[in-house]
């Protein structure tokens, strides 16, 4: 009758040595398959858990990659200078970055791989908030899966060499329920959890940006049309002239210049130099028979005061290259009933908004960062 007891002994004894045998990684359910709740293979004694208890998910779901942080040299970032409002949209691009720090021992910093899918942990209800996706200025498809709330973007095909400077870019619909990052992650705090993966789909380590404190929330959609406008992302910039006189003809003469940055804040965005095509401000539309005519550089142009769709004054064909747009001098002269920043722009607080221009079809890129000056 002791043969029970020596099966029962032989069973323990293989079973210790099983998990000694084994490294606790292997087990690590977690780690390669997005399971919360068995994060390390239980104890023996350790009863199983009910049979109705479904573990929840966590990101990426259901996913047999490497999610160790070292694993991956690739990142990615929130990117201010590219991200802004456009008509009826909010866009957010993150830009991809190899910064290295990983293990070169793993097969994720062998530097062999590239970017094939990327994916996002949002809120299920924000699906009909997002209108589009690009990647790298490429409208992509993509799969808003609200039961596993992630949003992925995959076939990337992006290789070791062309996956740095990247750009993934969201549009939010502004007006919807999830018109930003705040509400569409389910981090919160405008903060987005994503995984990036190798074309195995074996590496894909979760992260999240740093927080960084963004712009200040714009005026208006200014200059409503599809264009790089953040300031950070140019060397070029509009400060307003204190020099303000009175010409012949009852005029008032408000002078602007166009000057350079020592540096671009980000070297990376396309717009950071360009050739000054246009110049632009944004006016109250009640000020349409004030603008007599503009100068640049003392040189004299017909007057260009838009009513229709929205109120701007344009000054166009400036074509100053790079090399010579420091300095340049756009003055406006104005009738008395606008003859001040105060009445002439569309916000009567003595500040205007004014955007410069690098010609249409000159890049893939439209640019026109915004300045806001006053006197």
Request: glycine content about 6%; charged content about 20%; aromatic content about 8%.
């Given at each position: 009758?002791?043969?029970?007891?020596l099966l029962?002994?032989?069973?323990l004894?293989?079973?210790?040595?099983l998990?000694?045998?084994?490294?606790?990684?292997a087990?690590?359910?977690?780690s390669?398959?997005g399971?919360?709740g068995a994060?390390?293979?239980?104890a023996?004694?350790?009863?199983?858990?009910?049979?109705?208890?479904?573990?929840?998910?966590?990101?990426p779901p259901?996913?047999n990659?490497?999610r160790?942080?070292?694993?991956?040299?690739?990142r990615m970032a929130?990117?201010?200078a590219?991200?802004g409002p456009?008509t009826?949209?909010?866009r957010?691009c993150?830009?991809?970055?190899?910064?290295?720090?990983?293990?070169?021992?793993l097969?994720?910093?062998?530097?062999?791989?590239?970017?094939?899918?990327?994916e996002?942990?949002?809120?299920?209800?924000?699906?009909d908030?997002?209108?589009?996706?690009?990647?790298g200025?490429?409208?992509r498809?993509?799969?808003y899966n609200t039961?596993?709330?992630?949003?992925?973007i995959?076939n990337?095909?992006?290789?070791?060499?062309s996956?740095?400077g990247?750009?993934?870019?969201?549009?939010l619909a502004?007006?919807?329920?999830?018109p930003?990052l705040a509400?569409?992650?389910?981090a919160g705090?405008?903060?987005?959890?994503?995984?990036?993966?190798?074309?195995?789909?074996?590496?894909?380590?979760p992260r999240a940006?740093?927080v960084r404190a963004?712009p200040?929330?714009p005026?208006?959609?200014?200059?409503?049309?599809?264009c790089?406008?953040?300031s950070l992302?140019?060397?070029?910039f509009t400060?307003?002239s204190e020099?303000?006189?009175?010409?012949?003809g009852g005029?008032?003469r408000?002078c602007f210049n166009?000057?350079l940055?020592?540096?671009?804040a980000?070297?990376?965005?396309?717009?950071?130099?360009f050739?000054?095509?246009?110049?632009?401000?944004?006016v109250d539309g009640v000020?349409?028979?004030s603008?007599?005519y503009t100068?640049?550089?003392?040189?004299r142009k017909?007057?260009?005061?838009?009513?229709?769709p929205v109120?701007?004054?344009k000054v166009?064909n400036?074509n100053?290259?790079?090399?010579s747009?420091a300095?340049t001098e756009?003055?406006l002269f104005?009738?008395p009933?606008?003859n001040s920043?105060?009445?002439?722009?569309?916000?009567?607080d003595?500040?205007c908004?004014?955007?410069?221009?690098?010609?249409?079809g000159?890049s893939?890129?439209?640019?026109c960062?915004l300045?806001t000056?006053g006197?």
């Open positions: 009758m002791r043969t029970p007891t029962v002994g032989a069973a004894l293989l079973a210790t040595a998990l000694c045998a084994t490294p606790a990684s087990f690590d359910v977690e390669f398959f399971l919360r994060r390390t293979l239980q023996v004694s350790s009863p199983p858990p009910p049979a109705t208890t479904s573990p929840a998910l966590v990101f259901l996913c990659c490497d160790r942080p070292r694993s991956s040299p690739f929130l990117d201010l590219t991200s456009e009826g949209l909010q957010y993150f830009r991809v970055d190899n910064v290295g720090g990983c293990d070169p021992r097969k994720c910093c062998n530097g062999q791989q590239g970017v094939e899918k990327v996002f942990d949002v809120v299920a209800g924000c699906k908030s997002l209108r589009r996706v690009t990647v200025g490429v409208q498809s993509y799969e039961k596993l709330n992630v949003l992925r995959t990337l095909g992006l290789t070791p060499s996956a740095p990247t750009e993934v870019c969201l549009f502004s007006t919807s329920a999830c930003g509400q569409l992650c389910n705090s405008g903060v987005c959890k994503y995984a990036l993966f190798n074309k195995d789909r074996d590496c894909c380590p940006p740093a963004p200040p929330p005026r208006s959609e200014f200059p409503f049309c599809s790089q406008r953040n992302g140019s060397r070029l400060t307003a020099n303000v006189t009175l010409v012949d005029l008032t408000i166009v000057q940055k020592d540096v671009c980000n070297p990376k965005s396309k717009c950071c130099e050739e000054l095509y246009k110049f632009e401000v944004e000020c349409s028979k603008l007599a100068t640049v550089d003392g040189n017909a007057p260009f005061f838009q009513t229709n109120d701007v004054i166009t400036i100053k290259p790079i090399s747009v300095g756009v003055c104005l009738r009933q606008c920043l105060q009445k002439l722009c569309a916000f009567h003595g500040s908004t004014i955007g410069l221009f690098n010609k249409p000159a893939a890129t439209n640019c960062p300045s000056v006197l």
